[in-house]
């Protein structure tokens, strides 16, 4: 219900008297959310399906993550969310696998057929294939327009409530707009690569782990600032001469191991030195350096209950997952980049716990 939410309500930047004041008017907050969040999706719902074309009545629940590995990670059914981590009071923590991540934007015929070479976990006893690599932009970049269009339905609903400034709902129609295109280009590439077989995205690491991790993610993150601290999307350039380039990392966990993976569109130069410098760490930097790569930019990963104690106590986790580049993408009173590189640090991943290493395994009694 609320996985729209935490990107659209900017996180993190709550102070705890506001989070007290959400929290005694909890009801109140979560009913007045609930309806912006009917409105929008039923707004921005539409007639056909994105995939085929075809007219339909109802859409498929498509999971971004496959629900295979949000089963391997879930207990008793549930996986935990990021919420769950930074202690927002008006969302719901745990989620069943059924409603993790979901996005209904195709038909069932479409979801069945146009992911199921990646959703196959057989797939994976060799390299991923061209073919799989596009199935996972297309759902990737699928999710995002869906949650683009929600968004921008949000900040309507929420400006004709009164809740909302114009110019606020301006801007941020116009950052949306933008990005919704360059989804939309990339949602493009990725169904014309699977149409024609053609080879558009380069595997820049791929590990194959004998464990299962307790984190699951999919989904492309235009990260920011390098290892050396240089820019490597300028996420404030409004211009829409200007494309952010993202780079899609998978995190998945089988039933007794695992896949980590990162891939780029080809001829894309932007991440050169960053899978370069990323090449030469050591196995476990590299896990850390995902972990911390996933908690600090998105919102939609999933975690197994199994270590949520761990992750909410950990001041450093909880201070990393707040981060959020919304949070200060229309405030133009500083310099942004300082204030950027200081946000995604690469460094400071060493200051958190490595939960995808062994000694947090899933499958270990
Ligand atoms: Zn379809």
Redesign the pocket.
């Known amino acids: 219900m609320f996985d729209n939410l935490t990107n659209i309500l900017d996180l993190g930047i709550f102070s705890d008297l506001e989070k007290q004041i959400m929290n005694e008017n909890k009801v109140e907050f979560n009913k007045q959310i609930n309806d912006f969040m009917k409105t929008s999706r039923a707004a921005s719902k539409l007639s056909y399906?994105?995939?085929?074309?075809?007219e339909?009545g109802s859409f498929c629940n498509s999971h971004t993550v496959p629900a295979f590995c949000l089963r391997n990670i879930a207990v008793n059914g549930k996986v935990s969310t990021l919420n769950s981590i930074i202690d927002f009071p008006l969302l719901n923590n745990d989620k069943g696998v059924a409603q993790a991540g979901t996005f209904q934007l195709?038909?069932r015929?479409?979801d069945s057929k146009i992911f199921s070479d990646y959703e196959n976990p057989y797939s994976y006893d060799e390299l991923p294939t061209q073919k799989m690599l596009a199935q996972i932009s297309l759902k990737n970049n699928l999710k995002f327009i869906s949650k683009r269009r929600i968004e921008k339905e949000f900040f309507t609903c929420m400006l004709e409530k009164n809740n909302m400034i114009q110019n606020f709902t301006d801007a941020k129609h116009f950052v949306q707009e933008l990005d919704l295109n360059e989804y939309i280009n990339a949602f493009n590439k990725a169904k014309k690569a699977l149409e024609k077989g053609w080879n558009e995205y380069y595997l820049c690491y791929y590990e194959k782990l004998n464990y299962t991790v307790p984190i699951a993610f999919q989904g492309c993150i235009s990260i920011a600032i390098d290892f050396d601290g240089s820019i490597i999307n300028d996420i404030y350039n409004q211009s829409s001469k200007y494309i952010l380039k993202p780079i899609h990392i998978c995190i998945f966990p089988f039933e007794a191991s695992s896949i980590i993976m990162m891939f780029i569109e080809n001829g894309d130069k932007r991440y050169r030195n960053f899978y370069k410098t990323f090449s030469k760490l050591e196995l476990s930097d590299k896990l850390l350096t995902l972990l911390y790569i996933i908690l600090a930019y998105s919102e939609d990963f999933y975690i197994s209950p199994r270590i949520y104690d761990v992750a909410t106590k950990n001041e450093e986790v909880v201070r990393i997952s707040q981060k959020g580049q919304d949070i200060f993408s229309l405030t133009p009173y500083f310099d942004p980049y300082a204030l950027l590189k200081k946000q995604f640090d690469l460094e400071e991943r060493k200051k958190l716990p490595n939960f995808l290493l062994e000694e947090y395994r899933m499958d270990k009694e």
């Open positions: 399906c994105y995939c085929c074309g075809r339909i195709i038909c015929d479409c």
